[in-house]
Protein backbone atom coordinates (compact mmCIF):
# COMPACT_ATOMS: atom_id res chain seq x y z
CA UNK A 1 0.00 0.00 0.00
CA UNK A 2 2.80 2.41 1.12
CA UNK A 3 4.70 1.40 -2.33
CA UNK A 4 1.60 2.22 -4.31
CA UNK A 5 0.75 4.98 -2.60
CA UNK A 6 4.03 6.57 -3.00
CA UNK A 7 4.30 5.71 -6.67
CA UNK A 8 0.94 7.48 -7.47
CA UNK A 9 1.95 10.36 -5.49
CA UNK A 10 4.66 10.98 -7.83
CA UNK A 11 3.37 10.29 -10.90
CA UNK A 12 0.83 13.12 -10.17
CA UNK A 13 4.16 15.48 -9.24
CA UNK A 14 5.55 14.60 -12.45
CA UNK A 15 2.30 15.53 -14.32
CA UNK A 16 1.86 18.71 -12.36
CA UNK A 17 5.21 19.70 -13.39
CA UNK A 18 4.52 17.98 -16.94
CA UNK A 19 1.62 20.45 -17.40
CA UNK A 20 3.44 23.86 -16.05
CA UNK A 21 6.14 23.09 -18.55
CA UNK A 22 3.72 21.89 -21.33
CA UNK A 23 2.03 25.04 -21.25
CA UNK A 24 5.02 26.18 -23.22
CA UNK A 25 3.58 24.53 -26.20
CA UNK A 26 0.32 26.28 -26.50
CA UNK A 27 1.84 29.53 -25.24
CA UNK A 28 4.30 29.62 -27.79
CA UNK A 29 4.24 27.10 -30.60
CA UNK A 30 0.11 27.47 -31.00
CA UNK A 31 -0.03 30.68 -30.04
CA UNK A 32 -3.48 29.63 -27.69
CA UNK A 33 -2.73 31.92 -24.55
CA UNK A 34 -6.17 30.11 -22.69
CA UNK A 35 -4.95 26.45 -23.42
CA UNK A 36 -1.68 27.57 -21.90
CA UNK A 37 -2.70 29.78 -19.12
CA UNK A 38 -5.38 26.46 -18.47
CA UNK A 39 -2.15 24.19 -18.12
CA UNK A 40 -0.61 26.47 -16.14
CA UNK A 41 -3.64 26.43 -13.53
CA UNK A 42 -4.16 22.80 -13.52
CA UNK A 43 -0.27 21.68 -12.87
CA UNK A 44 -0.58 24.13 -9.99
CA UNK A 45 -3.81 22.60 -8.82
CA UNK A 46 -2.30 19.08 -9.16
CA UNK A 47 0.91 20.37 -6.85
CA UNK A 48 -0.82 21.86 -4.34
CA UNK A 49 -2.26 18.54 -3.54
CA UNK A 50 0.54 16.69 -3.20
CA UNK A 51 3.44 18.50 -2.84
CA UNK A 52 3.56 22.20 -1.40
CA UNK A 53 7.39 22.19 -2.16
CA UNK A 54 7.09 21.64 -5.60
CA UNK A 55 4.40 24.15 -5.95
CA UNK A 56 6.47 26.61 -4.85
CA UNK A 57 8.88 26.16 -7.41
CA UNK A 58 6.29 25.64 -10.11
CA UNK A 59 4.70 28.81 -9.15
CA UNK A 60 7.59 30.55 -9.79
CA UNK A 61 8.54 28.96 -13.21
CA UNK A 62 4.71 29.91 -14.35
CA UNK A 63 5.16 33.15 -13.35
CA UNK A 64 8.34 33.53 -15.51
CA UNK A 65 6.11 31.79 -18.69
CA UNK A 66 3.58 33.87 -18.02
CA UNK A 67 5.79 37.06 -18.00
CA UNK A 68 7.41 35.91 -21.57
CA UNK A 69 3.99 35.04 -22.59
CA UNK A 70 2.78 39.01 -22.64
CA UNK A 71 4.70 39.71 -25.38
CA UNK A 72 5.35 38.83 -28.81
CA UNK A 73 8.76 36.38 -28.98
CA UNK A 74 9.12 37.17 -32.94
CA UNK A 75 12.34 38.49 -33.83
CA UNK A 76 12.07 42.65 -33.61
CA UNK A 77 15.62 44.28 -33.90
CA UNK A 78 13.38 47.72 -33.39
CA UNK A 79 14.64 50.35 -30.70
CA UNK A 80 10.94 49.45 -29.20
CA UNK A 81 11.12 45.46 -29.84
CA UNK A 82 14.92 45.13 -28.15
CA UNK A 83 13.60 47.31 -25.05
CA UNK A 84 10.13 44.83 -24.73
CA UNK A 85 12.35 41.69 -25.10
CA UNK A 86 14.98 43.03 -22.18
CA UNK A 87 12.40 44.21 -20.16
CA UNK A 88 10.77 40.76 -20.34
CA UNK A 89 13.20 38.61 -20.21
CA UNK A 90 14.46 40.57 -17.07
CA UNK A 91 11.62 39.94 -15.47
CA UNK A 92 11.29 36.33 -16.45
CA UNK A 93 14.66 35.62 -14.66
CA UNK A 94 14.90 37.73 -11.79
CA UNK A 95 11.29 37.08 -10.03
CA UNK A 96 12.30 33.37 -9.65
CA UNK A 97 16.03 33.90 -8.27
CA UNK A 98 14.98 37.11 -5.99
CA UNK A 99 12.25 35.61 -4.47
CA UNK A 100 13.65 32.48 -3.47
CA UNK A 101 17.02 34.20 -2.42
CA UNK A 102 14.88 37.05 -0.24
CA UNK A 103 11.78 35.89 0.36
CA UNK A 104 12.62 32.24 1.23
CA UNK A 105 15.97 32.06 1.25
CA UNK A 106 16.82 29.00 -1.05
CA UNK A 107 19.92 29.08 -2.49
CA UNK A 108 18.62 26.58 -5.29
CA UNK A 109 19.55 29.00 -8.54
CA UNK A 110 23.02 29.91 -8.97
CA UNK A 111 25.39 31.05 -11.59
CA UNK A 112 28.33 29.03 -11.50
CA UNK A 113 30.63 31.00 -14.42
CA UNK A 114 33.73 29.39 -12.53
CA UNK A 115 34.10 25.50 -11.94
CA UNK A 116 37.62 25.36 -10.74
CA UNK A 117 38.76 23.53 -13.40
CA UNK A 118 40.13 23.46 -16.42
CA UNK A 119 38.32 22.63 -19.61
CA UNK A 120 38.49 18.32 -20.10
CA UNK A 121 39.05 16.59 -23.76
CA UNK A 122 35.79 16.01 -24.30
CA UNK A 123 34.66 19.76 -23.71
CA UNK A 124 37.35 20.46 -26.05
CA UNK A 125 36.05 17.58 -28.43
CA UNK A 126 31.78 18.47 -27.62
CA UNK A 127 32.66 22.27 -28.62
CA UNK A 128 34.24 21.15 -31.99
CA UNK A 129 31.54 18.92 -32.79
CA UNK A 130 29.02 21.82 -32.33
CA UNK A 131 31.11 24.44 -34.44
CA UNK A 132 31.17 21.36 -36.98
CA UNK A 133 28.03 19.76 -37.11
CA UNK A 134 26.48 23.62 -37.09
CA UNK A 135 28.86 24.94 -39.55
CA UNK A 136 27.69 22.60 -42.08
CA UNK A 137 23.85 21.82 -41.11
CA UNK A 138 22.35 25.52 -40.30
CA UNK A 139 22.92 27.24 -43.95
CA UNK A 140 20.55 24.11 -45.06
CA UNK A 141 18.24 25.01 -42.82
CA UNK A 142 18.16 28.70 -42.46
CA UNK A 143 18.98 29.11 -46.57
CA UNK A 144 17.20 26.21 -48.20
CA UNK A 145 14.11 26.31 -46.06
CA UNK A 146 13.55 29.57 -46.25
CA UNK A 147 13.23 30.39 -42.13
CA UNK A 148 15.93 32.74 -42.31
CA UNK A 149 12.89 35.10 -43.42
CA UNK A 150 11.24 34.73 -39.57
CA UNK A 151 14.36 37.52 -39.30
CA UNK A 152 14.04 41.14 -40.19
CA UNK A 153 16.71 42.15 -43.18
CA UNK A 154 19.89 42.88 -42.03
CA UNK A 155 21.65 44.26 -44.95
CA UNK A 156 22.75 47.47 -43.41
CA UNK A 157 25.46 47.89 -40.86
CA UNK A 158 23.28 49.51 -38.28
CA UNK A 159 20.68 46.39 -38.33
CA UNK A 160 24.04 44.36 -38.69
CA UNK A 161 24.89 45.50 -35.53
CA UNK A 162 21.83 45.53 -33.53
CA UNK A 163 20.82 41.67 -34.96
CA UNK A 164 24.44 40.58 -33.35
CA UNK A 165 23.65 41.74 -30.13
CA UNK A 166 20.32 40.19 -30.10
CA UNK A 167 21.38 36.51 -31.23
CA UNK A 168 23.90 36.60 -28.58
CA UNK A 169 22.01 38.24 -25.68
CA UNK A 170 19.13 35.58 -25.71
CA UNK A 171 21.30 33.42 -26.24
CA UNK A 172 23.27 34.46 -23.34
CA UNK A 173 19.72 34.72 -21.84
CA UNK A 174 18.50 31.14 -22.68
CA UNK A 175 21.49 29.51 -21.05
CA UNK A 176 20.47 31.63 -17.58
CA UNK A 177 17.14 30.89 -17.60
CA UNK A 178 16.77 27.42 -18.95
CA UNK A 179 19.48 26.32 -17.44
CA UNK A 180 20.15 27.60 -14.36
CA UNK A 181 16.82 28.61 -13.31
CA UNK A 182 14.34 26.04 -14.75
CA UNK A 183 16.22 23.05 -14.80
CA UNK A 184 17.69 23.82 -11.74
CA UNK A 185 14.57 24.34 -10.18
CA UNK A 186 13.02 20.77 -11.73
CA UNK A 187 16.89 18.88 -10.58
CA UNK A 188 15.04 19.38 -6.68
CA UNK A 189 12.01 17.67 -7.32
CA UNK A 190 12.96 15.13 -10.15
CA UNK A 191 15.77 12.80 -11.76
CA UNK A 192 18.19 14.69 -13.60
CA UNK A 193 16.64 12.87 -17.35
CA UNK A 194 13.29 14.07 -16.46
CA UNK A 195 13.99 17.59 -15.19
CA UNK A 196 16.10 17.81 -18.32
CA UNK A 197 13.41 16.46 -20.92
CA UNK A 198 10.98 19.24 -19.15
CA UNK A 199 13.01 21.79 -19.58
CA UNK A 200 13.60 21.57 -22.92
CA UNK A 201 10.13 20.99 -23.93
CA UNK A 202 9.91 24.95 -22.57
CA UNK A 203 13.27 25.49 -24.38
CA UNK A 204 12.27 24.40 -27.70
CA UNK A 205 9.05 26.14 -27.69
CA UNK A 206 10.57 29.41 -26.55
CA UNK A 207 12.81 29.18 -29.25
CA UNK A 208 9.90 27.96 -31.91
CA UNK A 209 8.56 31.17 -31.84
CA UNK A 210 11.38 33.42 -32.01
CA UNK A 211 11.75 31.94 -35.27
CA UNK A 212 13.39 28.19 -35.09
CA UNK A 213 10.34 26.64 -37.06
CA UNK A 214 9.86 24.39 -40.04
CA UNK A 215 11.85 21.13 -39.18
CA UNK A 216 14.14 23.23 -36.63
CA UNK A 217 13.25 21.24 -33.49
CA UNK A 218 15.14 18.44 -35.30
CA UNK A 219 18.28 20.56 -34.05
CA UNK A 220 16.83 22.37 -31.08
CA UNK A 221 15.47 19.60 -29.06
CA UNK A 222 18.62 17.47 -29.62
CA UNK A 223 20.69 20.76 -28.85
CA UNK A 224 18.18 21.35 -25.67
CA UNK A 225 19.07 18.08 -23.96
CA UNK A 226 23.08 18.17 -24.80
CA UNK A 227 23.07 21.53 -22.76
CA UNK A 228 21.18 20.41 -19.70
CA UNK A 229 23.68 17.04 -19.82
CA UNK A 230 26.75 18.75 -20.34
CA UNK A 231 26.00 21.30 -17.56
CA UNK A 232 25.50 18.83 -15.42
CA UNK A 233 28.51 16.85 -15.82
CA UNK A 234 30.70 20.03 -15.74
CA UNK A 235 29.01 22.11 -13.35
CA UNK A 236 30.04 24.98 -15.71
CA UNK A 237 28.00 27.93 -16.78
CA UNK A 238 31.10 29.42 -18.64
CA UNK A 239 31.40 26.27 -20.82
CA UNK A 240 27.29 25.66 -21.77
CA UNK A 241 27.42 29.74 -22.43
CA UNK A 242 30.47 29.36 -24.97
CA UNK A 243 29.42 26.61 -26.66
CA UNK A 244 25.70 28.07 -26.86
CA UNK A 245 27.54 31.57 -28.02
CA UNK A 246 29.78 29.65 -30.82
CA UNK A 247 26.76 28.17 -32.43
CA UNK A 248 24.82 31.51 -32.36
CA UNK A 249 27.72 33.33 -33.90
CA UNK A 250 26.91 30.99 -36.69
CA UNK A 251 23.49 31.76 -36.94
CA UNK A 252 24.30 35.54 -37.35
CA UNK A 253 26.79 35.09 -39.81
CA UNK A 254 24.07 32.44 -41.69
CA UNK A 255 21.31 34.80 -41.54
CA UNK A 256 23.26 38.02 -42.19
CA UNK A 257 24.80 36.17 -45.67
CA UNK A 258 20.99 35.15 -46.04
CA UNK A 259 19.49 38.39 -46.90
CA UNK A 260 23.20 39.62 -48.25
CA UNK A 261 25.21 36.93 -50.38
CA UNK A 262 28.59 38.25 -50.18
CA UNK A 263 28.80 39.09 -46.85
CA UNK A 264 30.08 35.71 -44.97
CA UNK A 265 30.21 33.70 -48.14
CA UNK A 266 32.24 30.88 -46.20
CA UNK A 267 29.94 28.35 -45.62
CA UNK A 268 30.24 25.33 -48.11
CA UNK A 269 26.34 23.88 -48.09
CA UNK A 270 24.78 27.04 -48.38
CA UNK A 271 22.49 26.79 -51.08
CA UNK A 272 22.81 30.72 -51.82
Not at 16 to 34: H, I
Not at 133 to 142: A, D, K, M, R
Not at 229 to 247: A, D, E, G, P
Not at 248 to 254: C, E, G, P, Q, S
Amino acid sequence: MRTATSTTRGGLRLLAAGLVCGAAVPLYVLLQRPVGYGMLAAGLLVAFAVDRYLLRHLALVTASLVVISTVSLKADLSNAGIARFTVVLSLALLIPWLTLRFAFREDVIRFPWRSGRPWSRFEYTYLLVVLVVGYLLLPVYFVGSGAYRNWPPVTEPGMIARLFVGVNGVGLWDELFFICVLFALLRRHFPVWQANVLQSVVFVSFLWELGYQIWAPFFTVPFALLQGFIFQRTRSLTYVVTVHLSFDALIFMILVHAHTPRWFDVFLTSPL
